[in-house]
Antibody, heavy 120, light 107 residues
């Protein structure tokens, strides 16, 4: 079964850091771009970041550029999102999703999401 | 940044009726537009990619059309499980962007 499972969400204070993980199974992880998309409570979807197959290219939304860092370990079939200098407006469910073989793609497989709450 | 504007914000229809959802881009995105369905408490599900291609396992009552700046998602005959929020997403330009969503509710 093709599956993505996120973990690492937590309650963190403003200015703090958190690392999210996304474990992939059921497909050749290294062959696909993967992305993070977030959804604030009661709001719509916001694209956050994407990494290409070989990690040669990374892309970020302006709202997180310079604070978040996406990476992947193809040997562990795992995607990461390092989040630093967290703000209240980063509070959201964070989804990872599988893209295509090119960096720019739509997303056909999604994880169930992990909740990040930034609050003092 | 490409801004995607979806209309209407809310659509109230009955099962068996046809639904037409619109997504308008602030600049051309060629055919690089996708549609997703999201139900409460669930992850989004890909319905349509590249404007008119149904994703794996998506019923034939879902269809997509359009190119350039104007796109449409049509559900030919609504089933009870189709009432949800629908989002469009473009992959033509960075940053990738989503529309604000259309809520399809039971009338």
């Amino acid at each position: 079964e093709v599956q993505l499972v996120e973990s690492g969400g937590d309650l963190v204070q403003p200015g703090g850091s958190l690392r999210l993980s996304c474990a992939a199974s059921g497909f050749t992880f290294s062959s696909y771009a993967v992305t993070w998309v977030r959804q604030a409570p009661g709001k719509g979807l916001e694209w956050v970041s994407l990494i290409s197959t070989s990690a040669g290219s990374t892309y970020y939304a302006d709202s997180v550029k310079g604070r978040f860092s996406i990476s992947r370990d193809n040997s562990k079939n795992t995607l990461y999102l390092q989040m630093n200098s967290l703000r209240a407006e980063d509070t959201a469910v964070y989804f990872c999703a599988k893209g295509g073989t090119v960096a720019s793609s739509s997303f056909d497989i999604w994880g169930q999401g992990t909740m990040v709450t930034v609050s003092s | 940044e490409v801004v995607l504007t979806q209309s209407p914000a809310t659509l109230s229809l009955s099962p068996g009726e046809a639904a037409t959802l619109s997504c308008r881009a602030s600049q051309s995105v060629s055919s690089y537009l996708a549609w997703y369905q999201q139900k409460p408490g669930q992850a989004p599900r890909l319905l349509i990619y590249d404007a008119s291609n149904r994703a794996t396992g998506i019923p034939a009552r879902f269809s997509g059309s359009g190119s350039g700046t104007d796109f449409t998602l049509t559900i030919s005959s609504l089933e009870p499980e189709d009432f949800a929020v629908y989002y469009c997403q473009q992959r033509y330009n960075w940053p990738l962007t989503f529309g604000q969503g259309t809520r399809l509710e039971i009338k």
